[in-house]
């Protein structure tokens, strides 16, 4: 087992790219092995890189048993509105494949693995029970929430049963630059982009408020997890507090240079199931490991606009990690 080598599952998507970035250019002597599901050039990012699918538990078995790492970001997963038995086979199935080759590694109590979550397996929370905990109840609302959910108890049940010290990261709401048009901010973004002053922008819950950190702090929560986190334990990524999606819409207006501009409530944008308000309590990172968000919110939206650093090509890939202030 070589001393010093990182494994990243799902390394060709949005988060895989960026903790690429951060692991080449912060620990540039870390031997990466990378692996994606779709042909990607991450060769400049990555020494090694396989195209598999996690659901094929001998192409995942040949490839962690060839990488044989120390560390350990898996990353790889279903999102979207597929159905509850696609995101089983991808988020569930699929790690297990990941954790049973990984467990079956003579040494396999020395590796480090940290397992990228989602918040929203918390699902429905209550006013008084904010800001969210770990300890919180989980009660996912969608098919991928709760695949995400089985897949963290999924991690735990690894840690206790066959010692694999998987480190559980529960994100936030993402953003930054190279995010899917799918999702907000990078949804507002895109239609800004096709608007003159005077037309009309389609929104759906504008009130809803969401906790949302920068990709980019992600992916050094990930370095300082693998480096300080405790084995079994989950952990919130987030900024700490919640900014209503008008806020995030009015800061694009404003940085788009638009000055006349209408909203129009689209009824298929608007989720019976949205949760009003929901930010983290950061207290088990930020004490175990010294990790706090750094990148404002309003630096992030500007990236996001002007394009600097999508697809991980941001000219100051560690913004994130200076800001940084030592653990303790």
Not at 16 to 29: A, S
Request: charged share 25%; glycine share 8%; with cysteine.
């Amino acid at each position: 087992m070589a001393e010093n080598r990182l494994l990243v599952t799902g390394a060709t998507g949005f988060v895989g790219k960026w903790t690429l970035h951060h692991w080449r250019t912060v620990h540039p002597d870390t031997e990466i092995w990378a692996a994606g599901d779709r042909p990607d050039d991450v060769s400049k990012l990555a020494d090694e890189f396989s195209l598999w699918d996690v659901r094929d538990a001998d192409a995942v078995e040949a490839f962690v048993h060839a990488c044989r790492p120390t560390r350990v970001i898996h990353l790889a997963g279903l999102v979207g509105n597929a159905s509850l038995a696609e995101h089983l086979a991808v988020n569930v199935v699929g790690t297990e494949h990941l954790y049973n080759s990984l467990a079956g590694m003579t040494g396999s109590d020395e590796i480090r693995v940290v397992q990228a979550g989602t918040a929203a397996i918390y699902g429905s929370v209550a006013p008084e029970e904010l800001p969210v905990s770990e300890q919180n109840p989980l009660r996912p609302l969608t098919a991928y929430a709760l695949s995400k959910t089985t897949q963290d108890h999924l991690a735990g049940m690894f840690w206790r049963t066959r010692s694999l010290p998987v480190i559980r990261a529960r994100i936030f709401n993402l953003l930054g630059p190279g995010q899917s048009e799918l999702l907000v901010p990078a949804t507002f973004i895109k239609q800004l982009r096709a608007l003159h002053d005077g037309q009309s922008l389609e929104v759906g819950n504008l009130a809803c408020r969401r906790d949302f950190v920068d990709v980019r702090d992600v992916a050094w929560a990930f370095d300082r997890l693998l480096a300080e986190g405790r084995p079994g334990e989950a952990y919130n990524v987030g900024s700490g507090a919640s900014v209503s999606i008008q806020s995030i819409l009015d800061e694009l207006i404003d940085i788009s240079g638009l000055h006349d501009i209408s909203l129009k409530a689209e009824s298929t944008r608007i989720r019976r199931n949205d949760v009003p308000d929901v930010y983290a309590d950061i207290t088990a990172i930020a004490e175990d490991t010294g990790w706090r968000a750094r990148i404002p919110l309003r630096e992030s939206l500007e990236a996001m606009w002007t394009g600097s650093g999508a697809e991980g090509g941001n000219p100051d890939p560690t913004r994130a990690m200076r800001r940084e202030p030592s653990k303790g």
